[in-house]
């Protein structure tokens, strides 16, 4: 029967999302009834994973790729994440009854079907269904993901998702779990560490039915399941949650389900998604998917893909090997390894006399953090290959090392996070922040408050012998002193950013000898201190001491004013801003204008040289815009 006439124009455009789907029933289907209502209309298809078949082809309904976004650009925008795929088939130890034999050429079923009727249970679904959930092969499957889940979640937060072949050997798999994690069930579906997510039948055994929920509980488990923070970590499905639905922290998927095709290139992309410092996610295969995902990733890449979707584990673990040497290279004549293996304080000891020796060699620093961090990132991929698990330690101690550095060279950024992280592989349990030693306190001295720039604190930064972690220490300190200082006074903040600067030259072109360039950041920050008390000692606050230094007191036919005049002139001209200055002030001509024509005023009551009015009305303006700024922080 022919779907009735829409309309026959030309200029109407359908957009069909999920295009690999229902978009090739030419004879009586969805395909044939769309073209049937609109004739003339132009198609366009949206698919991750399209379909080159005989009886199915996506570009055979839709014409060819207009725009292929790829695996790698993908990986390379940072969009998605690598993912990494292991056989722990040998794991289960199983006898050679228990192993499946999956024919290479077996269709899968379709989803959302279960395994029930007679016809059914002589396919050859059904005897591998039995086959796979067998009480022996179950309880292996169970004590090997709790195992590999386990170590996972020593090295990254997260979610983790099991996708079984039936709905039978979900439930069994979570009660073979729950006799060995007693503590990860719950009834309550706001409770616990694993859940099952799963339709009911009519005819389901009542001990399935704790497991049955409707749309609406459906839903707001897989919010919580979303939520990084939330207690649910693992759960065991069928066919639910492996297609359209993205959850960033799912970094592992445990696969004892045959599947093949798109369906399982949208299975896999589940774990792809980027969150945090997650750097790939895994698919670990416990009943021989590799044909068919060979197959899958040889269909993607026929379709004008570049990248390899999948990666083999042992490709991490190459990787991971291969940036350990490098970093072991670096720590060439540092004895750290006996001691990283003893104990967490043992460890954390040795942090600073580490990036001490790091910062003494050429582009150390530089070098060190490019390959820790490969190294990091490869790591938690390996996990729990036996080669990581042998290095943990010692990768644990090396990130360490590397939050500690950047602590000092590059800010905040996501420092707290990767400490966390970094303790959790070295003691392999969570360990409470205030277990952490100061890098500070390490080395010999209290950790700064407020006041960083005391001589008493100068004085003991003076005395510690990592020298290079003194001038990271003090550089990065000082950095941030001087941002503050320009936001209220530009022009010491620009004088002081560029005597830093000047001193950070001479100690990366290893002009004068790091001893010596730390007295110098020492000088500095004397200076900075007493140029504070100087302000108070003229009797000026903090924002007209601003407007003085704008007035180019040190220019000797500035100078000849004398200190009352210069004082007296900048205090007026704070005054006058202060009480003029409005929201919108910066964006006014009139209003510039006007305080243009006040400080003029100003500057000739008081005899200021007239071939400099300009360039300090200018500067003053300047600085009334920062301090303006200022203000309105405050004020909010």
């Given at each position: 029967k022919k779907y009735p006439l829409l309309s026959n124009r030309k200029n109407i455009i359908v957009i069909a999302d999920e295009a690999h789907r229902s978009q090739y029933d030419f004879i009586d289907g969805f395909a044939k009834h769309m073209r049937d209502a609109l004739?003339?209309?132009?198609?366009?298809?949206?698919?991750?994973?399209?379909?080159?078949?005989?009886?199915?082809?996506?570009?055979?309904?839709?014409?060819?790729?207009?725009?292929?976004?790829?695996?790698?650009?993908?990986?390379?925008d940072k969009t998605t994440v690598g993912i990494f795929y292991e056989s722990r088939l040998a794991k289960l130890d199983l006898k050679p009854e228990e192993r499946l034999k999956i024919d290479p050429n077996f269709e899968e079923v379709t989803e959302g079907e279960e395994v029930e009727s007679k016809e059914k249970l002589k396919s050859k679904w059904a005897r591998m269904e039995i086959v796979a959930g067998s009480e022996n092969r179950v309880k292996r499957l169970a004590k090997d993901i709790v195992n590999h889940f386990e170590q996972r979640s020593k090295i990254m937060d997260g979610k983790s998702i099991v996708v079984c072949m039936s709905r039978r050997i979900c439930i069994d798999l979570h009660n073979a779990i729950k006799e060995l994690r007693p503590e990860w069930y719950n009834k309550d579906d706001d409770k616990g560490v694993m859940k099952v997510i799963m339709t009911g039948a009519p005819k389901d055994p009542l001990a399935w039915q704790e497991h049955v929920r409707n749309k609406k509980k459906r839903k707001e488990l897989g919010d919580s399941f979303k939520d990084p923070d939330t207690s649910i970590k693992l759960t065991i499905v069928r066919d639910m949650w492996l297609t359209g639905f993205d959850v960033p922290c799912l970094h592992t998927m445990y696969i004892d389900k045959p599947m093949r095709g798109h369906g399982l290139m949208q299975a896999i992309a589940r774990v792809n998604r980027v969150f945090k410092d997650k750097t790939g996610g895994l698919v670990v295969d416990y009943i021989g998917i590799a044909y068919d995902l060979k197959k899958a990733l040889s269909d993607y890449t026929a379709s004008g893909g570049k990248g390899k979707p999948v990666l083999d584990q042992d490709r991490a673990v190459e990787l991971m090997m291969s940036e350990y040497e490098v970093i072991n290279d670096l720590m060439q004549g540092f004895d750290y390894k006996s001691k990283v293996r003893m104990s967490l304080n043992d460890s954390l000891i040795l942090v600073p006399d580490a990036i001490e020796h790091i910062l003494k060699q050429k582009e150390g620093k530089e070098r060190f953090l490019k390959h820790s961090k490969k190294l990091i990132e490869s790591f938690a991929l390996a996990v729990p290959h036996e080669k990581a698990l042998g290095i943990k330690e010692e990768v644990g101690f090396f990130q360490v090392v590397k939050s500690k550095m950047m602590k000092f060279t590059l800010g905040k950024s996501k420092q707290s996070e990767e400490l966390d992280s970094a303790i959790r592989q070295i003691v392999s349990k969570a360990v409470i922040s205030d277990r952490v030693i100061d890098i500070f306190e390490s080395v010999?001295?209290?950790?700064?408050?407020?006041?960083?720039?005391?001589?008493?604190?100068?004085?003991?930064?003076?005395?510690?012998?990592?020298?290079?972690?003194?001038?990271?220490?003090?550089?990065k300190l000082l950095t941030e002193e001087i941002k503050l200082i320009s936001r209220r006074n530009i022009v010491?903040?620009?004088?002081?950013?560029?005597?830093?600067?000047k001193t950070i030259k001479q100690y990366t072109n290893r002009a004068i000898e790091t001893a010596r360039v730390v007295e110098e950041l020492i000088e500095l920050a004397k200076t900075i201190k007493q140029d504070q008390e100087e302000g108070k000692k003229m009797g000026l606050t903090e924002d007209e001491v601003a407007f003085y230094d704008a007035l180019e007191v040190n220019d000797s036919a500035v100078k000849v004013l004398g200190d009352e005049a210069l004082r007296s002139i900048a205090r007026e001209i704070y005054e006058t801003i202060r009480k003029n200055v409005t929201i919108d002030w910066t964006i006014r001509e009139s209003v510039q204008a006007y305080l243009r024509v006040c400080v003029k005023k100003i500057l000739r009551k008081y005899g200021y040289p007239p071939d400099k009015q300009k360039i300090a009305t200018e500067t003053v303006l300047k600085q009334a815009e920062v301090i303006a700024k200022d203000w309105a922080e405050k004020s909010v």
């Open positions: 004739p003339n209309a132009s198609f366009i298809g949206f698919t991750g994973t399209p379909i080159e078949k005989r009886d199915r082809s996506t570009p055979a309904v839709f014409g060819k790729y207009v725009d292929v976004y790829d695996i790698r650009q993908s990986i390379e010999g001295f209290q950790k700064p408050n407020i006041e960083i720039l005391s001589e008493e604190f100068l004085s003991e930064v003076k005395n510690i012998p990592q020298k290079n972690l003194a001038f990271e220490a003090l550089k010491k903040g620009r004088s002081f950013a560029e005597l830093l600067e």
